[in-house]
Nanobody, 122 residues
Framework: QVQLIESGGGLVQAGGSLRLSCAAS????????VGWFRQAPGKEREFVAA????????YYADSVKGRFMISRTNAESTVYLQMNSLKPNETAVYYC???????????????WGQGTQVTVSS
């Protein structure tokens, strides 16, 4: 069983930056693919970014390419999401999720964190 805890959310002005962290407990994150998702009020959850177990492969939603960067430190069982040039419509609860296997970067995750709120003011 993997427990995931997100942190780093907060209030930022449009154009600003935040770095989210996803820390694992219970079991090390090594061998797990980890993804970030977000859900805005009244909207469905959407995929943001994912990284494979080694950090050698990453995948991003088109809407965040060039602005967000996902990375990981397996020694610390932590995955990061650096978010730059944030926009007001990216206000949402951001979740990290983990899985051991799957064919799609954006689906079939087994473990989820509780989420961290990101608010981007205009």
């Amino acid at each position: 069983q993997v427990q995931l805890i997100e942190s780093g959310g907060g209030l930022v002005q449009a154009g600003g930056s935040l770095r989210l962290s996803c820390a694992a407990s219970g079991r090390a994150l090594i061998l797990y693919t980890v993804g970030w998702f977000r859900q805005a009020p009244g909207k469905e959850r959407e995929f943001v970014a994912a990284i494979n177990w080694s950090g050698g492969s990453t995948y991003y939603a088109d809407s965040v390419k060039g602005r967000f960067m996902i990375s990981r430190t397996n020694a610390e069982s932590t995955v990061y999401l650096q978010m730059n040039s944030l926009k007001p419509n990216e206000t949402a609860v951001y979740y990290c999720a983990a899985r051991l296997s799957g064919s799609s970067w954006s689906s079939t995750y087994d473990y989820w964190g509780q989420g961290t709120q990101v608010t981007v003011s205009s």
